[in-house]
Each structure stands twice: as C-alpha cells, then as structure tokens.
C-alpha cells in the first residue's frame, strides 16, 4: 500500500493546459517541501479514457495523495475519487466567466459516498492543496513532518508585528 511507502509521492493532474498557470504552484510547493510528485493533464470529458487509465492504477503507482484541478462544470476530481481510495484533493480553478465559483460548487458539493477535499478558488487553493497534501503524508513521515514544520515557522517568522 502507498502508505507505507518511504518516498511518498503526489500526483498532480488537471484537466487543461490553461489550468497549469494554477496548479504549478501545487509543484512549487511540494518542491520546497520535498515530496515527489507527477503532474499530468487528465481530463474527464475530453480524454475519459486516459482518466480512467490514470485513476484506476493510483494505487499501484505508489500514489499517496492526487491533487486535480479542474474548472468549469469540474467534475475531474469526483470522477477520480470514485475510482480509488487515495484521497483526492480538488482545486477550483477559477473560470473566466463565473470566477470559479461554478469550479468550487462542482468540486464540494459532491454527494454523500465518494468524499472530495476542497481548497479554496485559484492560486490559493492550489498552494493549500500542496500543503494539505503534505499533512496527509506527514502522519506517516517523519521527514515530511519535520519540512512542514519548518515551512509552518517560517511563515510565522515572517510575519511582522507592526505595518508599515
Ligand atoms: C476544464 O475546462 C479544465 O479544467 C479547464 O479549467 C476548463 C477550460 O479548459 P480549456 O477550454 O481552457 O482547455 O476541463
């Protein structure tokens, strides 16, 4: 099982290349962490085939988290959950027309029986998909927790007690 993996490793997937602007961030993020990751575009309308593919062999590829950013009516997230047991955590990327919150209602609002974690709208999200993701693999890595910590007092420390 993925869990017991001592390289954990995080998919990254989103159904567009116009998502990649967003979900790069999710790369950075884990880059400063050091968790591996795989970023791929997989969508659930447009290419059905290759995100069964990708979904259904999560769990032997050693994945122990998916992050997927989809827009839109964005069901790529939901889709891939229903598919594998790894936790999915979606990122509404925000749409041109609706500002994303048609993204953020399609990714939360999913029914009961197949759970989705939802972040918030565009580059936010996206960097809290990154970090949520390290969490989860923190529970069972020690070297994980300690980036995460360091990453958590750091941003801490950066915080300035009075405006200027
Ligand atoms: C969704 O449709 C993607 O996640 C993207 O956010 C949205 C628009 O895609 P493009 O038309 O820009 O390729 O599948």
């Keep these: 099982m993925s869990y017991k993996n001592k390289r954990p490793k995080v998919a990254i997937v989103m159904g567009s290349q116009s998502d990649y602007s967003t979900m790069k961030i999710c790369e950075k993020v884990l880059k400063i962490l ?3 990751y ?3 575009i997989v ?3 447009r290419t059905p085939k290759r995100m069964y593919e990708f979904a259904t062999a999560t ?3 050693g994945f122990s988290v998916i992050i997927a950013g989809a ?3 964005a069901h790529l997230p939901g889709m891939i959950a229903s598919l594998t047991k790894i936790p999915v955590i979606g990122v509404p990327i925000e749409s041109k027309k609706l500002k994303g919150i048609d993204s953020l209602l399609s990714i939360v609002q999913m029914p009961k029986g197949i759970p989705v974690g939802t972040v918030a709208i565009g580059k ?3 960097i809290n998909a ?3 993701a390290a969490s989860i693999i923190s529970i069972s890595n020690k070297t994980i927790r300690k980036n995460l910590s360091a990453w958590r007092n750091k941003q801490t420390n950066s915080v300035k007690k009075k405006p200027n």
């Design 43 to 45: 969508s659930a309308h």
């Design 124 to 126: 936010d999200g996206a």
């Design 38 to 40: 795989e970023t791929k």
């Design 71 to 73: 827009g839109g009516s």
């Design 130 to 132: 990154g970090l949520f």
């Design 34 to 36: 050091k968790i591996k």
């Design 59 to 61: 769990e032997k590829n």
